[in-house]
């Protein structure tokens, strides 16, 4: 229990250090995101799900979009899932308007645990469609967890690169994100996310602070 407290205590310092960092931040924007997350699983390989979630942009001052996804996934093997989704995000563009874009994905995470330690790698090729427009991206994302076996509190620290595949220029990252974060079991079906992300681009950078709650059956 002591070493899950320290975690514990370690990554909240994380947190709340990148929440305060935004405070003085000149040229970044301080974002919230907030998801409400339900999955069900159907059998030992097979599961869907769905979110609803809300981002807030421009020091929390103005909406930024909401979203809504559906997907299932596909376990073949203990360390290998396979996942595919459709995202629709109504996203405001100020003065009361607003658009409608649509994106799918398709995943693949191998994952294995090593004692307390836990490493899981997704790739995920997304394409987005906006008024006739469309991005194509392969997102690469490498976690590490404090997953005891034991206990409700599990700390991670993730880091994703966004690549354009639009261009010649394949190992072109538009972004790339940073995120510790705190997961713990609240009951036998829903769980609590706590977040901060950096998120790193040439236009702007943003400090999120995040929370996503789950249910599961």
């Given amino acids: 229990m002591s070493r899950i407290m320290l975690h514990t205590k370690i990554w909240l310092f994380v947190l709340l250090f990148g929440m305060s960092f935004s405070a003085w931040a000149q040229s970044d924007d301080f974002n919230t995101w907030t998801k409400f997350k339900v999955n069900h699983k159907i059998d030992s390989r097979f599961s869907v799900s769905g979110d609803l979630e809300l981002r807030m942009k421009d020091d929390v001052s103005r909406l930024d979009r909401w979203g809504l996804t559906a997907g299932g996934s596909y376990r073949p093997y203990s360390f290998l899932n396979f996942g595919v989704g459709y995202e629709a995000h109504l996203l405001s563009l100020g003065d009361s308007d607003w658009k409608l874009r649509h994106r799918y994905h398709i995943s693949a995470t191998v994952s294995f645990r090593y004692q307390w330690l836990k490493v899981s790698l997704r790739e995920r090729f997304q ?7 469309f991005g194509t ?31 010649t220029s394949f190992w072109r990252a538009d972004r790339m994100r940073y995120r510790p974060g705190v997961e713990i079991a609240l009951a036998k079906c829903w769980s609590l996310d706590a977040f901060y992300c950096y998120q790193y681009a040439s236009s702007q950078g943003r400090h999120i602070a995040g929370i996503e709650v789950g249910y599961s059956f």
């Fill in 127 to 133: 394409q987005t469609f906006d008024r006739g427009d």
């Fill in 137 to 167: 991206h392969l997102r690469s994302r490498l976690k590490l967890s404090y997953a005891p076996t034991k206990g409700i509190v599990s700390t991670y620290f993730s880091v994703e690169i966004y690549q354009s595949l639009d261009d």
